[in-house]
């Protein structure tokens, strides 16, 4: 990439001097010393040889600026992806001249030390040695710009340029600045253009009407290639670069009206980005396509050959893709969970299931945004990518609703895990409970069946002094039986036996009850023992000393309420009434008791 009348009096390339050279320059500064030539014809003659003039500094010196307004007006301003071939072109225009300078700068090095006579010199060495110094961080900054392009998908300019020698539409020129046109390449494009135009220019200076120069994409393209095809890529950059610039844009004087042309063109559009998206498919999916052959999914049809993705519509092989991946994956998710007891385990590899999922969508989308990119390059044909945008709004609310419902489908498997494993435990501890009460119902029967020493004693003399007394009213019956005969008033003796054994009835029967209430005292602390164990037994705490809070049969507000049907919840609020009611109960025995 040159600047135009670039060529510094014939200067253009400067070699370094020969060890010829150099001993001709000897012997001919040894001529003028025995010529006793003057100063001034000596320094003539040296700046000859070294193609060196004020003039020649000048252009050089200038050429540097004019280079540095390009590079950072044009050139380093843009992002570093851009103009790869124009950045390069132009760090080999630096290095021309860069060239140039260090073999000028060496061939002034070489004549110093041969003569004395250098003073004109010396100036024109420090001069070109501070443009050596501009030239070389220049450089630097050029070759620290440049970031080569990986892939094809990344590069915007190449798309671009495809894309428009497909589409080949009208463009206009604007003004170009005169900084620009100094450039050899973009003054030959004008001049081409204004050839282009020549025949409709000569009509506008009849009736002074703007003067537009139009030109069709295709003709500068072909323009181009005919100056050097090997350097297309970076006249490329150099189109895009006064695209970019708005130093022409699209001619909308015409309407597109060949149908027959528009549908060629939109079918060359379609064949130029559906390989390149099936492409980009299978370089973002590769670790994805390797996961799925990992699967073995035997349930899939897998005469889908997922090495031959080109042989398939994306329409086809990329819902395909999205199906077997999510299928696969669930799959394995699946054998991992049924392996997991502890919740939190459990939890990290619902996460992880997320997580990979959602990369996978990520991915999705990248592709989708590289696909949908193409909407602005492609204008007036962007609804080429209609179809691709329905096929990636289908695959992203796909794999959101797959990821959900399966997210959903292995919480309720692992709820019902983990229900049937509380309850088997509470079932398991009922077993203990009702085998408890068996055995204390068992011991407790035993005891009860038996007869308690001190009853069985009073019993025994209960009968002792029963029959102890029979016998005596036996013998008193007889005494007063045998008085009949005599006549004799017994009533006041059977009245005073009536008397006397009342007083000890009474008195005995005292003694019972003395003996009954406490015994009735003994047990009392059993039966309340009795009846808070199964008052109680229903429910379930935390039996700590100083437990404060509900059973959890009760915390409906903590617990419980978010948990049950509407049905449940009537049945738990019975029960709190009841509760309450049997609490109010105890609390009134409790207070006639204190009373």
């Known amino acids: 990439m040159n600047f135009s009348n670039n060529t510094f009096k014939g200067a253009r390339e400067i070699h370094g001097f020969t060890k010829d050279e150099i001993l001709e320059i000897k012997k001919m500064l040894g001529k003028f010393k025995s010529e006793e030539s003057d100063a001034t014809e000596i320094d003539e003659y040296l700046r000859s040889k070294l193609y060196l003039s004020s003039e020649m500094l000048d252009q050089y010196s200038s050429y540097l600026e004019n ?27 630096l290095g021309v001249i860069t060239n140039n300078l260090q073999n000028l700068s060496s061939n002034i090095r070489n004549i110093k030390r041969i003569t004395k006579n250098s003073t004109g010199i010396n100036d024109s060495l420090l001069r070109i040695e501070e443009l050596l110094r501009e030239m070389t961080h220049l450089g630097s900054k050029m070759q620290d710009s440049i970031e080569e392009i990986k892939s094809i998908h990344e590069d915007t300019i190449y798309l671009w340029f495809e894309i428009n020698k497909i ?68 006249y490329a950059d150099l189109i895009y670069l006064l695209y970019s610039n708005n130093y022409f844009e699209e001619y909308h004087g015409e309407e597109f009206i060949n149908i027959l042309e528009r549908k060629e063109v939109i079918q060359n559009l379609t064949n130029f980005i559906q390989p390149l998206l099936k492409q980009l498919i299978e370089d973002k ?28 519509k994306i329409s086809v092989f990329l819902p395909k893709i999205v199906d077997y991946y999510i299928v696969g994956v669930e799959k394995r998710f699946q054998e991992k969970i049924h392996k997991v007891i502890e919740a939190e385990k459990f939890e990290d590899i619902a996460h992880f299931y997320y997580q990979k999922i959602d990369n996978f969508s990520f991915v999705i989308t990248d592709i989708e945004d590289w696909a949908l990119s193409f909407e602005n390059l492609l204008k007036p044909y962007e609804n080429i990518t209609s179809g691709l945008r329905k096929i990636f709004t289908n695959l992203t609310a796909e794999i959101y609703r797959r990821k959900n419902e399966y997210l959903t489908f292995i919480k309720t498997v692992k709820d019902e895990e983990l229900r049937v494993d509380v309850r088997k435990f509470v079932s398991d501890k009922i077993s203990e409970v009702n085998d408890l009460i068996r055995v204390y119902e068992d011991e407790a029967s035993l005891i009860i069946k038996e007869e308690f020493p001190q009853l069985k004693r009073i019993k025994e003399i209960l009968n002792e002094f029963n029959l102890k007394i029979i016998e005596i009213k036996n013998e008193v019956f007889k005494k007063l039986d045998s ?70 049969n009760f915390a409906l507000s903590s617990f419980l309420a978010e948990k049950l049907s509407e049905e449940e919840l009537k049945e738990r609020i019975s029960e709190i009434k009841s509760k309450i009611n049997q609490l109010n109960n105890s609390l009134g025995l409790y207070q006639v008791e204190v009373a």
């Open 67 to 93: 280079l540095k307004d390009f590079i950072n007006n044009y050139v380093l301003s843009a992002e570093s992806s851009n103009y790869f071939y124009l950045k390069n072109e132009v760090i080999d225009e």
């Open 167 to 234: 589409k080949n539409l009208k463009f206009k020129l604007n003004e170009i600045p005169e900084s620009l046109e100094n450039w050899d390449e973009i003054e030959e494009l004008i001049t081409f253009i204004k050839s282009l135009n020549e025949v409709f220019l000569s009509k506008r200076k009849k009736d002074k009407k703007e003067r537009i120069l139009t030109f069709h994409f295709d003709e500068i393209y072909q323009f181009f290639q005919s100056k050097n095809e090997n350097k297309i890529k970076f």
């Open 285 to 312: 999916l590769h670790d994805v396509l390797v996961e799925i052959e990992e699967f073995e999914l035997k349930e899939k049809d897998l005469s889908f050959n997922l090495k031959n993705l080109q042989e398939h």
């Open 483 to 552: 008085t009949k005969s005599n006549d004799i008033d017994v009533y006041q003796v059977i009245k005073y036996w009536e008397d006397n054994l009342n007083r000890k009835k009474q008195q005995l029967t005292f003694l019972i009850s003395l003996l009954l209430n406490k015994l009735f005292k003994s047990f009392k602390e059993l039966t309340d023992k009795e009846g808070i164990l199964f008052a109680t037994i229903t429910e379930i705490t935390e039996q700590t000393e100083n437990f404060e809070g509900l059973p959890l």
